[in-house]
């Protein structure tokens, strides 16, 4: 999933100069009557390796490359894959309450999953190998690459080995050698030059900031990848809180079954009922109970998922806290389409399909150049068409973005209404309950009926449960589009 590209180029970059150094750069400082590369034949005529590149390695140009010069296009500091840092200090963050032994709250979960999941530990190894590149230091090696491969150079077409077996009337032999070793000063040459044209070209990225701000976009990608992980494991959190709840209700619905397989009992004893409706309730229960016992084992199971998603040990009980709750002010807050413009600038996925846009339009370009514009040529008309594919493909990535943020938006609004409704009803069942309990006191209704009205509202209080967690969970997935560019 991740592009490896970037990274591999800069680590290839570092170590490769020093291997070269070793079997290919090693020669001596070039002398003032040297020369360059054949493309480059003025680039180096100072006494040193090191001042031949600082002062006369051209670029293609005319430039030279600089030996501590003043600041590159976008930056050559470190700090440049990482973000600008802010000036003055950041005041430290209080240290969070940690969780009970066997605990996960939702408040720490992002904190724990960044610390303790394995795939989140192995992205920030990459970014930490990003992080760490001193560009400055780079930057030198480089330059010291450059001049080794032009003394390398210089060396090898400057010398005029003669060749000679000393052996008379074997002129031809001679010739014959002489040529080989030509024509293998030749090739080495060719090769010392694509060395040298290959490492102007990674300076020249370097210098112009090029090489920084694709780290900067690999980083991005990479901490992108890193929030889907906390996203994935809060989906978890939600669901696990819903998995068990649903148990909770599940083991009301079995003593409510229980109570009335006890009935039917006595009314099958009294003949009131058949044998066949009493054999009906009890399968009826078996069938529940079926069902408990299958939605314990999912609970077991993501359980145990939840906790490898934190680096806890994979026992699936681990206990967790209440869920937090939206706010009458948070839900207030909600501006659709200043959050969608904000959404869209911290989007990853719309940054890349812009940077895929821009290639694709660079691709248009250099085929206009290089076929005129000439829309006879079916090679032009190709790349026209391929660069209108680009733009429909783009355009409609940010449609389907925007289409997925205004339905998570009236997905928030419509379970904040349910979530009213269900507080309304919940308020009725708790009058009629207290209406029961005080007929109960009085004698008018059975044990069973005060019982029966109970369920009642517990059930009213299982659908305010479960339309709290539906907003909670549609307000934490906008907030994570808005935040941080992420549509579940």
Known sequence: MLNRKMTAILLAAAVALTLCGVSVFAADP????GSAPAEDQSAVQTDTAESAVSQDIPREDGDAVP?????????ASQGDASGAQSEGETPEEPEPTPDPAGTISFDNLDRRVRAGNLNSLFLQENISIIEVIDYDKLKEDLRKGLNDVANAHWELTTGSPQISTGIPGMEGLDAALQSIAAMSTSTAAQSLQAQYDTLREKFDDLKEG??????????RQLRDAQDSIVM???GMYIQLSELRAADEALERSLNALDRQIEELELRYKLGQISAMQLQQAKAGRTTLVSKRETLSMSAQTLAMNLEAMVGADLTGTVQLTALPTV????????????????????????????????????DFKDAGKEYNYNEKK??????????QGAQYTYQSAVQTFELKFRALYAQVKDYAQALTAAQAALAVEQDNYGVDQLKYEQGTISKNALLTAEDDLNTARDTVATAERNLFSAYNDYRWAVDHGILN
Not at 356 to 361: G, R
């Open 210 to 219: 090029k090489l920084q701000a694709e780290a900067a976009d690999q980083v």
């Open 67 to 75: 030996e501590e010069g003043g600041e590159t296009q976008q930056g």
């Open 30 to 33: 070039v002398k003032e009557d």
């Open 378 to 387: 079916y090679e032009y008309l190709q790349a026209q068409h391929t660069w």
């Open 327 to 362: 706010s009458a002010q948070e839900l207030e807050a909600m501006n659709r389409e200043n959050d969608l413009a904000a959404a869209k600038e911290a989007s990853f996925e719309l940054y890349d399909a812009q940077k895929t846009l821009d290639d694709a339009q660079e």
């Open 232 to 234: 994935v494991a809060e």
